[in-house]
């Protein structure tokens, strides 16, 4: 088979030429077109959602009394997905279709390694949320965790980790997943608060006087509330004592100083019973047998 050169005159190139320069400009005014309309969607979502959106996030925050500390985080979500949302329509709005399906891949494919390798950081995160959510604590409250073991006062809440200063004045960094993964006692958060206190007394020791000592000891003090007013009961005998457990309410635990008024109302108590020759005894243990002396000539006779 033969080949035919082709050959083109002036015209023909020319038009060739018109043609091209024509699918550019088309182009290009069609790219120019699409990143105009992402531009002007992106913003007018952005705008519209700051001022909608974030507006009323905002208030059903200020509704359950969140402070500013605790509210950044959850603003800055907000704007996160505010964000997010006006990009993946203003994609849609340009005709980026193709575009935005491959990046929602590769941003799948990406959140899935992450979510592997970030397991812990994603539970304190998602721990953070329910704290913030249904807030079992706030900065200032007392609370105590892990069995009691642990406790104190807390000063800073994150979305990773809530710090929790001691009353031995250690500031201890607790993450989330801690505190929502197990019993949390929170004691300061109602309106008012209960202490126990058992003093032992002597079993030779009059049970009424003592139980009227410590009531009166407990509407001295300025601190403790008179209704609920405080009551006296036995719980125990023990080896050495007579147990009697007080229960006194202190009000606004989340604002008194309650280990102070607690020492305060436990030393009061216990001069009164100094006072009354009252007794707090000792622990007592009674040892029995018989202890036996060897002369020295038996002990010489056993070691022969």
Do not use: C
């Amino acid at each position: 088979m033969i080949g035919v050169p082709l050959q083109a005159d002036g015209d023909d190139l020319g038009f060739l030429g018109d043609q091209l320069e024509s699918l550019v400009g088309d182009a290009l005014a069609s790219t120019l077109e699409s990143a105009i309309i992402f531009v002007l969607a992106f913003l007018f979502l952005w705008i519209v959602g700051r001022l909608v959106v974030g507006a009323l996030v905002k208030r059903a925050l200020d509704r359950r009394e969140l402070d500013r500390h605790a509210q950044k985080p959850l603003l800055m979500i907000t704007r996160f997905a505010i964000a997010f949302v006006a990009i993946a329509i203003a994609f849609g709005a340009a005709d980026y279709g193709n575009f935005l399906v491959s990046m929602a891949g590769i941003a799948a494919a990406g959140a899935l390694a992450v979510g592997f390798a970030m397991q812990s950081v994603i539970s304190n995160f998602v721990a953070g949320v329910f704290i913030y959510t249904d807030r079992p604590f706030r900065i200032g409250d007392w609370i105590e965790w892990d069995n009691g073991d642990y406790s104190g006062i807390v000063e800073d809440i994150s979305l990773r980790v809530t710090r929790v200063r001691t009353f031995d004045n250690e500031l201890l960094t607790v993450p989330n997943s801690e505190l929502t993964g197990g019993v949390l006692m929170n004691p300061v958060d109602a309106d008012r608060l209960r202490q126990k206190f058992v003093f032992g007394i002597g079993y030779d020791d009059d049970i009424q006087q003592a139980t009227d000592i410590i009531i009166e000891e407990a509407k001295r003090h300025p601190d403790i509330m008179e209704d609920p007013a405080p009551s006296v009961r036995l719980t125990e005998l023990g080896d050495s004592d007579v147990g009697l457990q007080s229960r006194f309410w202190i009000a606004n635990p989340s604002r008194a100083d309650f280990v102070r008024i607690r020492g305060e109302y436990v030393q009061s108590v216990k001069e009164r019973f100094d006072e009354e020759g009252i007794d707090i005894p000792y622990p007592v243990r009674t040892l029995e047998g018989a202890l036996g002396l060897e002369t020295p000539a038996a002990l010489e006779v056993a070691d022969d």
